[in-house]
């Protein structure tokens, strides 16, 4: 039974529930949480909500930014389980977090809260008084924008055994040449895959529902490509990839996580990135992923305004949701864009692009008015059969602004 409502914060009583907080991490992984609670990010097969729903067979909620609690309403009752959203969920931390009961918090070794039982929300914001439980145990996070393509592999692997587990794949047409242990690729009914190589040697290959994975194509695992997405003529996909819902993908893909709703359907290369949502990749694009000394790759940190050293020898395109670019786009290693861009030109971009740019490093970037941003975001959410709600346009307004 509803009892009243705050902006973005609904009241019950009821059985605990599950809420999924944003919390440090949430600025580290911009440009991606521009649009999305950190839980929405996904990595593997599945989103991280759709993880810790599925570990704890229930649904959940969000505690975010004010501006998205609109579009990610928080409903709280009166006995609720509190998961920081950048936490990959296994056995014994599910475990872990079910034995909390409330005023206890579970905390990593370095203090870092990892969830905490709490019997209001006034409790959730008044940690000093909880008992403090410290999880002694492995485990994983995203804590950075490089973690979702890095962590890929391990956690896809995870997520096929977990989603596939008492399943029946449906049998892949006689037209194709399957390398390695057919129990390695798990297809959903309504996929459609003709003429195709795939190579579950070096990990497994998840399809779903009504996608498509045309002839010519050659895949190579760890790879999922989730319902409604396509794999077009002749592309090459080393794993670990991730083609998120309603994509089109072809060209060369290496490592790559891609959110949904976007496309990158010719040929051109992409490898070590993420890719958000409502994107559009010009054919012929071609992001690099390594620097030309083999050194280490910088990349743009929103959280401390400043250029970063990943650690890493390989770290490709980082692009927010709703950006394009056009034909011949040329990226350098460890490229940041913003959301809402618009790029063009044949000259290398700037290694960071602020949101809602337009134009090319040679004549300079301006800033794409909110009015254009609607404009061109509307039509290409049409096309996938989806209207645009009021509380998004708010969402994109107010990052406008």
């Given at each position: 039974?509803?009892?009243?409502?705050?902006?973005?914060?609904?009241?019950?009583?009821?059985?605990?529930?599950?809420?999924?907080?944003?919390?440090?991490?949430?600025?580290?992984?911009?440009p991606?949480?521009?649009?999305?609670?950190?839980?929405?990010?996904?990595?593997?097969?599945?989103?991280i909500r759709?993880k810790?729903?599925?570990?704890?067979?229930?649904?959940?909620?969000?505690?975010?930014?004010?501006?998205?609690?609109?579009?990610?309403?928080?409903?709280?009752?009166?006995?609720?389980?509190?998961?920081?959203g950048?936490?990959?969920?296994?056995?014994?931390?599910?475990?872990?977090?079910?034995k909390?009961?409330?005023?206890e918090?579970?905390?990593?070794?370095k203090?870092?809260?990892?969830?905490?039982?709490?019997?209001?929300?006034?409790?959730?914001?008044?940690?000093?008084?909880?008992?403090?439980?410290?999880?002694?145990?492995?485990?994983?996070?995203?804590?950075?924008?490089?973690?979702?393509?890095?962590?890929?592999?391990?956690?896809?692997?995870?997520?096929?055994?977990?989603?596939?587990?008492?399943?029946?794949?449906?049998?892949?047409?006689?037209?194709?040449?399957?390398?390695?242990d057919?129990?390695?690729?798990?297809i959903?009914?309504?996929?459609?895959?003709?003429?195709?190589?795939?190579?579950?040697?070096?990990?497994?290959?998840?399809?779903?529902?009504?996608?498509?994975?045309?002839?010519?194509?050659?895949?190579?695992?760890?790879?999922?490509?989730?319902?409604?997405?396509?794999?077009?003529?002749?592309?090459?996909?080393?794993?670990?990839?991730?083609?998120?819902?309603y994509?089109?993908?072809?060209?060369?893909?290496?490592?790559?996580?891609?959110?949904?709703?976007?496309?990158?359907?010719?040929?051109?290369?992409?490898?070590?990135?993420?890719?958000?949502?409502?994107?559009?990749?010009?054919?012929?694009?071609?992001?690099?992923?390594?620097?030309?000394?083999?050194?280490?790759?910088?990349?743009w940190?929103?959280?401390?305004?400043?250029?970063?050293n990943?650690?890493?020898?390989?770290?490709?395109?980082?692009?927010?949701?709703?950006?394009?670019?056009?034909?011949?786009?040329?990226?350098?290693?460890?490229?940041?864009?913003?959301?809402?861009?618009?790029?063009?030109?044949?000259?290398?971009?700037?290694t960071?692009?602020?949101?809602?740019?337009?134009?090319?490093?040679?004549k300079?970037?301006?800033?794409?008015?909110?009015?254009?941003?609607?404009?061109?975001?509307?039509?290409?959410?049409?096309?996938?059969?989806?209207?645009?709600?009021?509380a998004?346009?708010?969402?994109?307004?107010?990052?406008?602004?």
């Amino acid at each position: 039974m509803r009892l009243f409502s705050t902006k973005g914060l609904n009241f019950y009583f009821s059985t605990m529930n599950i809420i999924l907080f944003d919390n440090q991490t949430s600025a580290q992984l911009l440009p991606l949480t521009f649009t999305r609670p950190v839980a929405e990010i996904r990595i593997g097969i599945s989103t991280i909500r759709e993880k810790w729903e599925y570990a704890l067979k229930t649904e959940s909620s969000f505690f975010t930014q004010d501006y998205l609690s609109e579009l990610f309403p928080c409903k709280i009752t009166n006995d609720n389980l509190f998961i920081a959203g950048n936490l990959l969920p296994d056995a014994l931390l599910v475990n872990a977090t079910k034995k909390l009961v409330i005023g206890e918090v579970l905390k990593d070794n370095k203090q870092n809260v990892l969830a905490l039982r709490a019997g209001s929300f006034e409790e959730f914001s008044a940690l000093e008084s909880f008992n403090t439980i410290i999880y002694t145990g492995d485990f994983k996070s995203i804590n950075s924008k490089q973690d979702i393509f890095s962590l890929n592999n391990v956690i896809l692997c995870n997520d096929f055994l977990a989603l596939t587990k008492r399943r029946k794949s449906e049998i892949l047409p006689a037209s194709n040449k399957l390398i390695g242990d057919p129990k390695n690729l798990f297809i959903e009914k309504g996929a459609n895959i003709e003429g195709a190589i795939i190579n579950c040697e070096t990990g497994p290959v998840y399809i779903g529902s009504n996608s498509m994975i045309m002839e010519g194509s050659y895949i190579r695992g760890p790879f999922a490509l989730l319902g409604n997405s396509v794999v077009k003529m002749g592309a090459k996909i080393y794993g670990a990839t991730t083609i998120g819902p309603y994509c089109k993908v072809g060209g060369e893909l290496n490592n790559v996580v891609m959110f949904g709703y976007s496309n990158k359907a010719h040929e051109g290369f992409l490898g070590n990135a993420v890719i958000g949502e409502w994107c559009n990749i010009g054919a012929g694009t071609d992001a690099s992923n390594m620097k030309n000394n083999y050194g280490e790759v910088a990349q743009w940190n929103y959280a401390t305004k400043a250029y970063e050293n990943t650690g890493l020898q390989f770290c490709g395109l980082m692009m927010g949701d709703h950006s394009k670019c056009s034909i011949g786009t040329m990226f350098n290693t460890g490229t940041v864009v913003g959301m809402g861009c618009n790029l063009f030109g044949s000259d290398f971009h700037r290694t960071f692009i602020p949101s809602f740019s337009m134009g090319n490093r040679s004549k300079g970037y301006t800033q794409n008015s909110i009015e254009n941003v609607l404009e061109s975001e509307r039509a290409m959410m049409q096309r996938r059969g989806i209207t645009m709600s009021a509380a998004y346009e708010n969402m994109l307004v107010h990052l406008r602004v």
